[in-house]
T-cell receptor
C-alpha cells in the first residue's frame, strides 16, 4: 500500500538554527499537504502543494514539492520556540482524492 | 463558530465494553474521517465517510464501527474495547472541493 515516510523522526535544535524535515512517498502524489500539531493539540493545516517543483513560503517556512511529485520538504529558517511541535506531511490515497495518508511526522524541539 | 467538536475529550473504559466517540461539525462538510494517533505511527485512518449514509474502511478499521445518518455527525464505536485501542482519536472533515482537513480537539481513550 501507499506509504509516506518522514525523516527525521525527532529533531532538537537551538533557537535560531534552521530545521528541515523531509517527506517521501512510495507513489506519485497529486498533491501534498503539511500540518503542524502543537504538543497536546490537534493537527492544523499549513499548506498544500500541487505542482511539480512548486515552492511556497510562509514567513520563515519554505515548502517544496519534488519534481517527480514523490517527495517534499519543509524548511524553517531561524527557529523560534513557537515552532515547537510535530510536523506532518500528507498525501492523497491512490484513487481517493479526499482521503489522505499522513506521514509519520517529525517532532521538533527548540532549545531556548 | 463551533467548527468540529469531539466528545468526550477523555475516556477510560474497561476491556470488552462498548464505547462511542462522538464527532460533530457545523460546516456541512461532505467528508468526515476518523484517525487514531499512536506514538511512532503518526495518524492512521480508521474510517471515512464521503456523505451521509456512505462510509468506507481506512487503513485500520478492525474493531471499529461507524455510521453517518446525518451530515454533521460521525460517531465511532468500539464494539468490544481492547487495550490495543488505547490511543488518541481525531475526527476531521473536509469539503468536497478542498482537501484541507479540519481536525477536532481529539479524544484520549484509555482501555484498562
Amino acid at each position: 500500500g501507499q506509504q509516506v515516510m518522514q525523516i527525521p523522526q525527532y529533531q532538537h535544535v537551538q533557537e535560531g538554527e534552521d530545521f528541515t524535515t523531509y517527506c517521501n512517498s512510495s507513489t506519485t502524489l497529486s498533491n501534498i499537504q503539511w500540518y503542524k500539531q502543537r504538543p497536546g493539540g490537534h493537527p492544523v493545516f499549513l499548506i498544500q502543494l500541487v505542482k511539480s517543483g512548486e515552492v511556497k513560503k510562509q514567513k520563515r517556512l519554505t515548502f517544496q514539492f519534488g519534481e517527480a511529485k514523490k517527495n517534499s520538504s519543509l524548511h524553517i529558517t531561524a527557529t523560534q520556540t513557537t515552532d515547537v511541535g510535530t510536523y506532518f506531511c500528507a498525501g492523497p490515497y491512490s484513487g481517493g482524492y479526499q482521503k489522505v495518508t499522513f506521514g509519520t511526522g517529525t517532532k521538533l524541539q527548540v532549545i531556548p | 463558530d463551533a467548527g468540529i467538536t469531539q466528545s468526550p475529550r477523555y475516556k477510560i473504559t474497561e476491556t470488552g465494553r462498548q464505547v462511542t466517540l462522538m464527532c460533530h461539525q457545523t460546516w456541512s462538510h461532505s467528508y468526515m474521517f476518523w484517525y487514531r494517533q499512536d506514538l511512532g505511527h503518526g495518524l492512521r485512518l480508521i474510517y471515512y465517510s464521503a456523505a451521509a449514509d456512505i462510509t468506507d474502511k481506512g487503513e485500520v478499521p478492525d474493531g471499529y464501527v461507524v455510521s453517518r445518518s446525518k451530515t454533521e455527525n460521525f460517531p465511532l464505536t468500539l464494539e468490544s474495547a481492547t487495550r490495543s485501542q488505547t490511543s488518541v482519536y481525531f475526527c476531521a472533515s473536509t469539503s468536497s472541493s478542498n482537501t484541507e482537513a479540519f481536525f477536532g480537539q481529539g479524544t484520549r481513550l484509555t482501555v484498562v
